[in-house]
């Protein structure tokens, strides 16, 4: 602020005294008119014998005056330098404050006046403009694990190859972070070429980048909004505003729906993106207000009908959702990063259920993938069986199949150290994914359970197909020694059918809907397999065992 001032002054100072030496140079010019008309003819008078010389004092004031129009022309060129100087320095100036200085794009804050611009240019010539807005889909993770420098050169190199991409005239720019916004005008006649465009740019920045030994491999994500007014009036968006708005949330809808991809905005998006973000928040409070509770479904011997366990499903009930199923908010938990916490509550609630059952119920529990990737899993499970004196063998742990191949390496080794605890592993949903049988040799498994949109093909008149899966699952089950359970029994004759297959377990709405822990208390006591004993909850295991170890390294961690 000072400094500021400081220059002020001085600017004001210097404009008074170019002002002064305006006025002397003027004075100056003036003078050496009147005086030079008098001096010079006597000089020549003189010069050619016609008269006597000019005064001297004349003659000084001649000098004086040429030599004041000197100094006046020399200030003159010094204040078209300084005039040149200061413009130079102000278009610098405007430069950095418009342009990103890493990729040289424009930056978020010139963006908005250059793409109303560009809207309005395109308008005259008939034509829309497109706003397209682009996000590296593993940026983070390429930062983290190569440093910035890596980063650097990736958002440099994507923001090149996004360069060779657009048509003249179109406008790049950098958010910030890993996002990009390319604009460009079209003829409404070919939208089509938008699409072409956003497809070659994410083929383009998805080619790997050599840096040194390394490689990388990048994607990224795109959404576009646009100033045609098209069916919908609510989607023409019309000043720059509006357009990175609806492209940022077409771009988000990109992202959900698996990444490396594009979206054109439409209406509804912006509704899922609110519902979605509270959902978020809805998660978040339920999970410090308790909202999250287990509820059990019943799995079955099929041949005696006779109760072996329950599978733990969790529900949220949400004061404001009323109760919600997994489907809707695992997803989301585990895309915030809350599945591991919200798991932990829930098997602790399920632990502390079951240890009240009869001890030849087991209890299942169905784990998120993102869990396996925790160091710490193995190490929170057994610390809860230790607390609930629960024997690990009557825990179930169920891995979805479909996601078994997100990580492979860790997953098996994961397996491996749940196993060796004592706990069971199943394979959920079976059919649906693609486990190859190697796989299933290599991963050891002690159960798999069958799809429930298998079992369910038995009932809808697809019995032939249907049984022709089931049966070749229980003779693979057969030949692995692995039981097998089916899910989804709904009816009589989906049982009568499952049971001429093979000696199965099942579980399904025809032993009724999944249950309330008290529900279950009240089902097990009539059933006098309710063991009511208020174990009281021990903190020590059991000296020697692995359990033992375990709970004291958990122990150590939590100190
Ligand atoms: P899943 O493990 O395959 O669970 C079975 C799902 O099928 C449950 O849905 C259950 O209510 C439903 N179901 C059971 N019997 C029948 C039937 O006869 N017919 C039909 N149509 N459906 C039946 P739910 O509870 O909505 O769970 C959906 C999925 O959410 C589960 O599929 C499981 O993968 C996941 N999930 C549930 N609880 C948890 C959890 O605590 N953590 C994690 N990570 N995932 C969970
Ligand atoms: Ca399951
Ligand atoms: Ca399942």
Not at 7 to 26: E, H, Q, T, V
Not at 147 to 152: A, E, F, K
């Amino acid at each position: 602020m000072t400094d500021k001032f400081a220059l002020l002054k001085n600017k004001r100072k210097r404009a008074g005294r170019d002002f002064i030496a305006l006025g002397i140079s003027a004075s100056a010019i003036l003078m050496f008119v009147g005086i030079g008309s008098t001096v010079v003819p006597e000089i020549f008078k003189n010069w050619f014998g016609l008269g006597p010389g000019p005064d001297l004092m004349l003659v000084n004031a001649l000098l004086l005056n040429i030599a004041l129009i000197l100094f006046g022309w020399r200030r003159y060129s010094e204040l078209l330098t300084e005039l040149e100087q200061h413009q130079m320095a102000e278009e610098n100036a405007r430069l950095l404050a418009e342009t990103d200085v890493l990729t040289n794009c424009l930056n978020r804050r010139s963006i908005t006046p250059e793409t109303d611009a560009l809207i309005n240019h395109s308008n005259l010539s008939g034509k829309h403009t497109a706003f397209i807005m682009l996000d590296l889909d593993n940026f983070k993770q390429i930062n983290d694990c190569n440093g910035h420098q890596v980063g650097d050169l990736v958002l440099k190199t994507t923001a090149q190859r996004i360069r060779a991409m657009l048509p003249d005239g179109s406008l790049l720019a950098r958010l910030g972070g890993d996002e990009f916004a390319c604009v460009v005008s079209f003829d409404p006649s070919y939208k089509g070429r938008v699409d072409q465009l956003v497809n070659r740019l994410i083929d383009a920045v998805s080619m790997p980048i050599q840096t040194g030994e390394l490689q990388v491999e990048i994607t990224i994500s795109a959404g576009i909004s646009t100033t045609e007014a098209n069916s919908s009036p609510a989607t023409g968006a019309l000043d720059a505003k509006c357009l990175l708005h609806y492209a940022d949330i077409a771009m988000y809808h990109a992202k959900k729906q698996g990444r490396n991809r594009f979206f054109w905005f439409e209406v509804g998006m912006e509704q899922q993106l609110r519902l979605r973000n509270e959902l978020e928040a809805g998660i978040r409070k339920g999970l410090t207000n308790g909202e999250f509770v287990p509820y059990y479904e019943q799995q079955v011997d099929l041949h005696t009908g006779h109760l072996a366990g329950f599978e733990m499903l969790a529900r949220w009930i949400s004061p404001e959702l009323g109760i919600v199923n997994p489907d809707i908010f695992v997803p989301v938990a585990e895309e915030i990063g809350l599945i591991g916490d919200l798991s932990d509550q829930l098997i602790e609630q399920a632990l502390a259920d079951a240890s009240q059952w009869d001890s030849s119920i087991t209890i299942s529990v169905n784990i998120s993938p993102v869990q396996l990737r925790d160091p710490w899993f193995t190490q929170k499970i057994l610390k809860s069986l230790v607390k609930h004196n629960f024997p690990a063998q009557r825990l179930e742990i169920e891995i979805t199949e479909t996601r078994l191949h997100e990580n492979l390496g860790l997953v098996s080794s994961m397996i491996i150290s749940l196993r060796n605890q004592g706990i069971r592993i199943s394979l959920d949903d079976f059919g649906t994914g693609y486990s190859s049988l190697s796989q299933l040799q290599a991963l050891p498994f002690d159960s798999l359970k069958i799809d429930r949109s298998i079992v369910a093909d038995l009932a809808r008149g697809k019995e032939e197909s249907g049984s022709k899966i089931i049966n070749a699952i229980v003779s693979l089950g057969d030949g692995l020694s692995i039981p097998i359970t089916a899910e989804g029994i709904e009816d009589e004759e989906t049982l009568e059918r499952l049971k001429k297959m093979g000696p199965l377990k099942g579980q399904g709405y025809h032993y009724g809907l999944p249950e309330t822990g008290e529900e279950v208390r009240a089902r097990l006591t009539k059933l006098g397999r309710y063991r009511n004993v208020h174990a009281a909850p021990s903190e020590a295991p059991v000296p020697g065992t692995q359990a033992e170890e375990a709970h004291t390294a958990a122990s150590r961690r939590n100190t």
